[in-house]
T-cell receptor, first 113, second 111 residues
Framework: DTAVSQTPKYLVTQMGNDKSIKCEQNLGHDTMYWYKQDSKKFLKIMFSYNNKELIINETVPNRFSPKSPDKAHLNLHINSLELGDSAVYFC????????????FGEGSWLTVV | DAKTTQPPSMDCAEGRAANLPCNHSTISGNEYVYWYRQIHSQGPQYIIHGLKNNETNEMASLIITEDRKSSTLILPHATLRDTAVYYCIVRVEGNTGKLIFGQGTTLQVKP
């Protein structure tokens, strides 16, 4: 069983479209994240939700809207896609405790044309 | 969170131990040292973490110096599948989960 799973794995879409990436974790964790890896391979956090409550928002454009229907899911919706949004988006989860070890999904490759 | 310094690249012969160094000279007493790796086209994979003591699991060993200013990740018998970018990250205990990834060390395991 995949611990943190994301869909779709690959997404090619046109500028201006709206798209969503879904994420589910079966680890029983209470905290979930979205990270972005750009073309230069730098990984940066975008959002974090703990028990469905937003706790980190790293100055991401408001075209990006995370939604957490429950503790096991954190979806990422992106409006009016731009060329610069092309990247790999990683979902992750952890149990928020003293050590808070984070586990990542396999990534969603978004290409905006 | 403290900053880390890693060599940009290293080579290792298959079957030999791979020793990946990390400098974190400004680490605070409540900061953990975490190691992740990213194999090409995959998500970051948790390897190991530690606070003060050396740690070992099925994947690797983590050796932290007594002053905690540096550490070494040891892959005891490197295989070709261990070729990846290895990230050393320090993070405050109970931190919100914001991992700050640097450029890491690209480890190339050669036959």
């Amino acid at each position: 069983d995949t611990a943190v799973s994301q869909t779709p794995k690959y997404l090619v879409t046109q500028m201006g479209n709206d798209k969503s990436i879904k994420c589910e974790q079966n680890l029983g964790h209470d905290t979930m994240y979205w990270y972005k890896q750009d073309s230069k391979k730098f990984l940066k956090i975008m959002f974090s939700y703990n028990n469905k409550e937003l706790i980190i928002n790293e100055t991401v454009p408001n075209r990006f809207s995370p939604k957490s229907p429950d503790k096991a899911h954190l979806n990422l919706h992106i409006n009016s896609l731009e060329l610069g949004d092309s990247a790999v988006y990683f979902c992750a989860s952890s149990q928020w405790d003293r050590e808070n070890t984070i586990y990542f999904g396999e990534g969603s490759w978004l290409t905006v044309v | 969170d403290a900053k880390t310094t890693q060599p940009p690249s290293m080579d290792c012969a298959e079957g030999r131990a791979a020793n990946l160094p990390c400098n974190h000279s400004t680490i605070s007493g409540n900061e953990y040292v975490y190691w992740y790796r990213q194999i090409h086209s995959q998500g970051p994979q948790y390897i190991i973490h530690g606070l003060k003591n050396n740690e070992t699991n099925e994947m690797a060993s983590l050796i932290i110096t007594e002053d905690r200013k540096s550490s070494t990740l040891i892959l005891p018998h490197a295989t070709l599948r261990d070729t990846a970018v290895y990230y050393c990250i320090v993070r405050v205990e109970g931190n919100t989960g914001k991992l700050i990834f640097g450029q890491g060390t690209t480890l190339q395991v050669k036959p």
